[in-house]
Structures are given as C-alpha cells and as structure tokens.
C-alpha cells in the first residue's frame, strides 16, 4: 500500500488511529451541537418574553439551576447503564437548560 509504513503492525497503527480520529470528530460535533442548542436558548431567552418571565421569578431560576444539577448528577451517577440515546437526550437537555440560566 502507497503511502503506509511497511513494517509489522504498521496497518493496525493507522487502522487505531483513524478510530480514534473518527471518535474525536464525533465527539467535538456532539460538544459543537450542545454549545449551539445552549447558545440558541440563550438567545431566545434573552430576546423573547421568556426572559422577563425569568427575571421576574426568582424561584423559576432556582428550580431550573436545581433541575441542571439534577441531572448532571443523574448522567455521572447513571452513565454506564444508560443507552446512548438516552445519554446524549440528557445532555442536549441539560446544553438546553444552561442557555436558559445564562
């Protein structure tokens, strides 16, 4: 093969290594999808009436920055018995919350 090293084991190398870019990749878009669901409610926090209705009730604040700590403790607590499905809705929820409590 052109272009890889020829000595034993050198296909496996490049194979781990593709892997591992290709797990890198995935996981920078997931972290890029959360810190733009957290940049758009924020957003929409700021600019629409919900963001009065935040300022206005302190105590909606506080149960959602409980809601926040709730679940991350849910994720970490949970995290190897959840499926991904359920792991990455509970992150996108949790990206969700913290744009409304910024």
């Keep these: ?5 020829s ?6 190398t ?11 990749r995935g996981i ?25 209705t935040l300022l206005q009730s302190p105590g909606l604040v506080i149960g959602l920055v409980i809601a926040q700590f709730g679940l991350v403790i849910g994720l970490s607590a ?6 991904g499905t359920a792991a990455t809705l509970m992150f996108l929820a949790y990206s969700a919350l913290t744009g409304l409590t910024l």
Excluded: C, D, H
């Design 78 to 83: 949970a995290i190897n018995r959840l499926s």
């Design 1 to 5: 093969m052109a272009g890889y090293p």
């Design 7 to 12: 000595y034993p084991g050198a296909q496996a």
């Design 14 to 24: 490049v194979s781990r290594a593709e892997t591992i870019n290709a797990f890198m």
């Design 28 to 52: 920078y878009g997931w972290m890029s999808a959360g810190m733009l669901l957290t940049a758009g409610a924020a957003w929409f926090t700021a600019t629409g009436p919900l963001g009065v």
